[in-house]
């Protein structure tokens, strides 16, 4: 039922004539009379009964005054709810995004976003790997999703956010004989060089297990002691003694304020953050975060 015909059929009953009502919704009175009709063919029946210039609803006329006020105001109440939302005055965002993104920079990007926007909501989702980063925005249970920049489907928009660093995190006092540089300085080691010490590791396909996995390329693996999918784990683990971790920079200097020992892989295993989301219009939130990615990126 087209919203202008019932707009113009109230407006009528409601000064009880065309003219009236003509000049109350600006428009010819020739015009107005058509909508009516044209209401009146699709429903089937009289609205009114025209009595010369004064006009009468009828009962079915009646009938649909309150339905017809329903649907214009709901028609306001969704326009004002689309408006809120494109002004980010309220709505959410959902992201998904790598665990060991989730604290730097993903925690950063969002702090900033809830400051401009705190009526915003943001649903954070920590997929196991890219792949299920990927799967989320793919079928629309995220709107974004941050992840690394290896192997992604080229269906996808990719938005570059930087750079992040992994360093070596080593259980308390444990300091590799073959270090390039001064210990107590972030030191730096071939990650082959430490062929003999048991690793904790992230499960094999995820981001980190295949940067270590690759800085081991051209020799025996790692020797892994530890898988573990709980990301959380991973520096208590170290820091028991448990084995060596290749972490996010961030990760590492939150370890070395806890004892452990900091090394930088040489040469320097680094990864590209993006941001990824379906062809098409963002929502306006997720439009903004990006934006926001995107400054902090330059």
Known sequence: MDLRRLEHFLAVADHQGFTAAARAVSVSQPALSLAVKELEAELGTALFHRLGRRVVVTPAGAALIGPARQALRDVETGRAAVAAVAGLESGSLAIASLPT?????????????????????VDLAAPEDSAGVVAMVHDGRSELGMTDSDRLPEDLVV????????LLVLPPGMVPSSLRSPAGA???????ALVDLPF??????????????????????????????????????VLA????ALVPEATAMVAELHGATVVRPDPPVTRSIVLIHQ????A????R??????????
Do not use: N
Not at 279 to 282: A, I, K, N, V
């Open 186 to 192: 972030h030191a730096s080691v071939a990650l082959t």
């Open 241 to 244: 003694g448990a084995g060596v």
């Open 279 to 282: 062809r098409g219009q963002l």
């Open 159 to 166: 938005h570059p956010i930087g750079e992040q660093a992994l």
């Open 101 to 121: 993104l989730a604290a730097d920079p993903l925690a950063g990007i969002v702090g900033r976003f809830r400051g401009d926007h705190p009526a915003v909501t």
């Open 200 to 237: 904790v590791a992230a499960p094999t396909g995820t981001s980190t297990r295949r940067l270590l996995d690759e800085g081991f390329a051209t020799g025996p693996g790692p020797r892994i002691a530890v898988v573990t999918a709980q990301r959380d784990a991973m520096l208590p683990l």
């Open 289 to 298: 975060f990006v934006e926001l990615a995107a400054v902090d990126a330059m």
């Open 284 to 287: 306006p939130a997720a439009r």
